[in-house]
């Protein structure tokens, strides 16, 4: 009988421990897009800084990685986004069989507000994991220009 009743309350803790890996992809895809939208609405540094884990990483061309939240408001305090839109779409979204950790890649494109220019078009690769709160904030971020359009 104690076999028994232990088999059950194991099987009955990992059944609730587990996770919904594709409604999880697409609560890091929406993750995603909601802070494209944010970068629409904000700016791109705000939606950055708003969506930035404490110790999260942007590697960027050119440059060594920019470690942690207080380098990132250190980047974005020396220069201005309000002349400029950056949105990006996610393609791929994918998670770990425990629900915390994951990615998306997509397709970017940077362009003036004036529209003046011809936007600059590329892909990236964001790295993501909920917070305390579970809400996903990214931990690597990085991308590469190049696309033709």
Known sequence: MKKSLLLF???VSVSFA???VEKEKETI???????????????FHKAFLAYVADDGVLLRPNSYPFEGRKAIEELYSKSSDSSYILTWKP????????GDMGYTYGTWEFKTKTGN???SYGT???FWRKDKNGNWKFVLDTGNDGLGK
Not at 37 to 43: A, P, Q, W
Not at 91 to 98: N, P, Y
């Open 9 to 11: 309350c194991l099987f």
């Open 29 to 43: 895809k929406q993750a995603d897009i909601e802070f494209s939208n944010l970068s629409v609405k904000e700016g």
């Open 117 to 119: 220019d011809k936007p």
């Open 18 to 20: 587990q996770v919904d």
């Open 124 to 126: 990236y690769t964001t």
């Open 91 to 98: 393609s791929f979204a994918d998670v770990s069989s425990s």
